[in-house]
Nanobody, 123 residues
């Protein structure tokens, strides 16, 4: 059974830093793309960042470029999202996703999802 467990969310002030971590279990190999999405009430879930299986390629939404960094450790089976210079508009529930349906980091379609972790940025 595949499980993705997010951690690291919380309440911070604008300008501060948070690191989200996603622990993946139950996948038979590490050769899968992974991503972080976020969602606010009443809005669609948006892709924030994605990374290929080796960590050699990544994608960032324009709204987080230069502030967020996605990384992975295929030994520990974790996918992290380092978030710097946080803004109130970054407030959302953040979801980890793994195993993109087309095998690349360019899609928004993933097979496995975590339960989400709340990030709240106060002004």
């Amino acid at each position: 059974q595949v499980r993705l467990l997010e951690s690291g969310g919380g309440l911070v002030q604008a300008g501060e830093t948070l690191r989200l971590s996603c622990a993946a279990s139950g996948l038979t190999s590490s050769t899968f793309a992974a991503a972080w999405f976020r969602q606010t009430p009443g809005k669609a879930r948006d892709r924030v960042a994605a990374i290929n299986w080796s960590g050699s390629d990544s994608y960032y939404a324009d709204s987080v470029k230069g502030r967020f960094t996605i990384s992975r450790d295929n030994v520990k089976n974790t996918i992290d999202l380092h978030m710097n210079s946080l803004k109130p508009e970054d407030t959302a529930v953040y979801y980890c996703a793994a195993l993109s349906l087309d095998g690349t980091l360019y899609t928004t379609q993933y097979k496995y999802w975590g339960q989400g972790t709340q990030v709240t940025v106060s002004s």
